[in-house]
């Protein structure tokens, strides 16, 4: 009985051990057809007309925050007026959560599914441009400037604080926001951050399952009677330098706003930024497309299924069908639409490399590199 209690000991403490040392999970993928939470809080003669009321209202917000997911800032006054009739054609339905109701009054989070092919042709038909390739989640690195002292990890660093408490409208560029566990720290300083330090980027990524990484960089500068934040950030794909994006801005506070209130704008701002320039990127092209075969290295079928069920939840890849397969290879014809380079581009989001070129191309899954060994 002892010999079986010190047994089970230990491997509650290797279970702890691992459990500590293991990667954190990356944000669920989402269908990004659907909306949620949608807060309502409607106010009527009844409840019953209450309800009604909500569920139009809260319909109507959810496609202005879709319209916001998928199109440019620069196009959504553009867009045509959505009545009762329209929604009813783009929404496939609804869930209800944390409701509450009174005589009167009803509150209620929904959940709004919508039908992809009907947006699509009411932004086609519209004249208006959308993306709908979601990037992969950035890992995001916000270093304060405070004076001479750079934080990352060390507190305190409202500009962190910043970004762990926002929740900015869920769009195509999902965020990992790290609380700094020993395992991040050990990845990457606020110096190897502010220097893109590839090695170091290289270490913390892979603690998120291989995902780019967003080093934003936030001073306050307090002069005068006016707060302003000025940022600066840059986005890596770590194991590819030279492919960087950088945006710079500056949010100034209104009278009387807090820093914590600013710094969180800030963040909004800055998130704006990476989701406008991703969909920019990705602006998917309807008049152009194209059909490419690749090889596919695949010692077994359940390697060419990993990469089939990969390619079924890219937009971009319209369809793709099995050419051939043999032991040490598959073939697939891939019929997408936009450009070659948009298309390599949606595949990467998915951990595909596409490489190579018109006849011979090569689509095989991304592999990890050896883990970076972390700083002493």
Known sequence: MAALALAVLALAASDTAAAQNAAPAKPPRFDIFTVAPVPV???????A??????????QSHAFDMLMQRLTLAADRSRLPKVGTN???NVVQGFEVANERRSGVRYIADFTVHFRADAVRQFLRQAGIPFAETVSKPLI???????????ALWEDPNPWRDAWTNANPVIGLVPLVRPIGELEDVQAIDADAAVKGDDARLQAIAQRYGDDDVL???????TDGPQHVVDVSSTRYTP???GTE???VGSTAANPGESDADLFGRAVLATVAQVEEAWKAANILNFSQSGTLTARVPATSLEDWVAVRDRLAGIPAVRSSRLVSLDREEARVEIHYVGDASQLRTALAQRDLDLSGDDPDWVLQ???TSAAAPAPH
Do not use: C, F, Y
Request: no cysteine; hydrophobic share 45%.
């Open 239 to 241: 194991g590819q330098p």
């Open 245 to 247: 994006q950088s945006w």
């Open 140 to 150: 995001v690195l916000a270093v304060l400037h405070d004076g001479d002292r750079l």
């Open 215 to 221: 080093v934003t960089q936030a001073t306050l500068k």
């Open 86 to 88: 329209e929604l009813n």
């Open 41 to 47: 809080d409607v106010t009527a003669a009844n409840a």
């Open 49 to 58: 007309a209450a309800r009604d009321q909500a569920i139009v209202e809260g």
């Open 365 to 367: 899954r991304h592999s």
